[in-house]
Nanobody, 114 residues
């Protein structure tokens, strides 16, 4: 079992930046993958970005060049740095960890609006 606690969401104007954090309740060093998904109203949950144990990084095409995922093993934390935010980035963002099973955080709201 692992708990994932997210923080950093909020309201930001178009073109602005936010950094999301996801801290796991135990070491992430041997997680198969850890990353972020998002779900906008009326849409399916989709991958934003993830890190895999093999060192690969996957990004959704819609966020490439604007969003960066990184991890800090010492803090059991994964970050999502989001720049040049657009209204279409508005969604609930969920942290995801793949270990023996798949685990989800409670979600954090990101709203991009003027």
């Amino acid at each position: 079992q692992v708990q994932l606690v997210e923080s950093g969401g909020g309201l930001v104007q178009p073109g602005g930046s936010l950094r999301l954090s996801c801290t796991a309740s135990r070491s992430i060093l041997f997680f198969r993958a850890m990353g972020w998904y998002r779900q906008a109203p009326g849409k399916e949950r989709e991958l934003v970005a993830r890190l895999t144990r093999g060192g690969n990084i996957d990004y959704a095409d819609s966020v490439k060049g604007r969003i960066t995922i990184s991890g800090d093993n010492a803090k059991n934390t994964v970050y999502l740095q989001m720049n040049s935010l657009k209204p279409e980035d508005t969604a609930v963002y969920y942290c995801n960890a793949q270990i023996d099973s798949t685990y989800w955080g409670q979600g954090t709201q990101v709203t991009v609006s003027s």
